[in-house]
């Protein structure tokens, strides 16, 4: 992502969390395509805000219709919808019960310097510019910067041998979280050679004992 869309069929673990009793819904916040150009453009120069309205009015849409309860829902992503994953997860802190994520990006500055030259110019293309000259909207966008606003545990698959993802952006933001004693578990996906499937059933696990011991 972030230019891309989310379709049912993308996403066949979606029916296994259903299989195993949780609800589950797929949004395509702003930024997706097939939505029109005005939609898919809307994060440029601001690529935290538009995201986080729509996240919310989901999960608000699912608290209301009785499908869930605040507090009970688990977000989850890959790469930038792990970024846009951990950002929700600590700016509207009470909708959250934690978050599951693979490969996030946790600060675009850090990916900025690791990147390549074309990584480079698609941030820059997103911000308007490279870091120096959009510190604030780099901060502001960055689930690092504000992991102290976390209040919700965190699951993390990644792998260390990723070249589009410093391990530091991994390492930096758990370090955080451990700091402010929120629980946070990193998987490193290399050495453990974990298939997609187990992949699945370690964040099944992983939310129905968080789940547990939030009823307890």
């Known amino acids: 992502g972030p230019d891309t869309v989310s379709t049912v069929a993308d996403h066949a673990d979606g029916a296994a969390w259903v299989d195993a009793g949780f609800a589950w819904l797929g949004v395509n916040y702003r930024g997706s395509s ?27 849409y699912l608290v209301s219709a009785g499908i ?21 997860l600590s700016k509207s802190p009470d909708l959250w019960a934690g978050a599951m994520v693979k490969s996030p990006v946790t600060d675009w500055t850090i990916l900025h310097e ?13 911000f308007g510019g490279n870091p120096s000259e959009f510190n604030v909207q780099y901060r502001n966008s960055s ?61 099944m696990n992983w939310a129905k004992t968080h789940i547990k011991k939030r009823r307890t």
Not at 36 to 50: K, L, N, R, V
Not at 75 to 83: A, H, I
Not at 119 to 124: G, N, Q, R, V, W
């Open 143 to 203: 689930a690092l910067s504000l992991a102290d606003n976390v209040g919700a545990p965190v699951l993390i698959h990644a792998n260390k041998a990723d070249p589009n993802l410093p391990e530091a952006q991994i390492t930096d933001y758990a370090k955080r979280l451990q700091d402010n004693e929120i629980p946070v578990d990193v998987v490193w996906m290399g050495d453990q050679h974990l298939s997609v499937l187990q992949q699945q059933i370690t964040r």
């Open 114 to 126: 690791a990147g390549s030259d074309t990584l480079k110019a698609h941030i820059e293309a997103m």
């Open 68 to 88: 869930a309860q605040e507090g009970g829902l688990f977000l989850s992503g890959t790469r930038y919808g792990g970024f846009v994953a951990l950002l929700a």
């Open 34 to 60: 097939t939505f029109g150009e005005q939609f898919q453009q809307a994060i440029y120069g601001m690529p935290a805000e538009w995201f986080r309205d729509d996240l919310t009015a989901g999960a608000n």
